[in-house]
């Protein structure tokens, strides 16, 4: 019983607040001059150009004198897909890396160590140009194309194999 008296309570509460309601007839409208304010004048950009400067925010010392391999990269196991092989990828030579005894792991300082992870690029030139653009050294690996041999099922059971022995 008490259960259906307490949203009735409630009720009755928020309707004796004297909470002002404004009705969208009694609304009055503003001049859109005085909502947003005077205009302030303008003011032309200043831009200047300079191709020197690098804003990759990684420091210097870690950029200087770094080598990138650019491949393509190989199957992970003889049954996987040969999805993952389409796309180049970069590898940069490893920098300040040492054991960590509290973890048992390898630690690095640096910041440039796991760029090979995550970025790919459609084509070999797409990953030169960003070797460049970073003022990388870097060695380009050609791809190892698969040599398709054409099979058949039925060659299983040739008669003219070099390892066919006769029975009698």
Avoid at 14 to 43: F, H, M, N, W, Y
């Amino acid at each position: 019983m008490l259960r259906n008296l307490a949203p009735l309570a409630c009720r009755v509460q928020t309707r004796a607040c004297s909470v002002p309601t404004i009705r969208e007839a009694d609304a009055k409208r503003k001049p859109i001059g005085e909502v947003l304010g005077t205009a302030q004048p303008k003011v032309e950009a200043i831009t200047t150009v300079e191709e020197d400067i690098k804003c990759s925010g990684v420091p210097e010392a870690h950029q200087a004198a770094r080598t990138a391999r650019i491949f393509k990269p190989a199957r992970e196991s003889p049954q996987s897909a040969w999805n993952n092989t389409k796309a180049w990828k970069i590898e940069l030579d490893n920098q300040g890396r040492w054991h960590n005894n509290l973890i048992g792991w390898a630690s690095t300082g640096d910041p440039l160590s796991n760029v090979s992870m995550h970025m790919k690029f459609a084509s070999k030139e797409d990953a030169v140009a960003f070797c460049e653009k970073n003022n990388w050294g870097y060695e380009v690996e050609e791809p190892h194309e698969r040599q398709i041999k054409p099979k058949s099922y039925g060659w299983n059971y040739s008669w003219n194999k070099r390892c066919r022995n006769s029975t009698k």
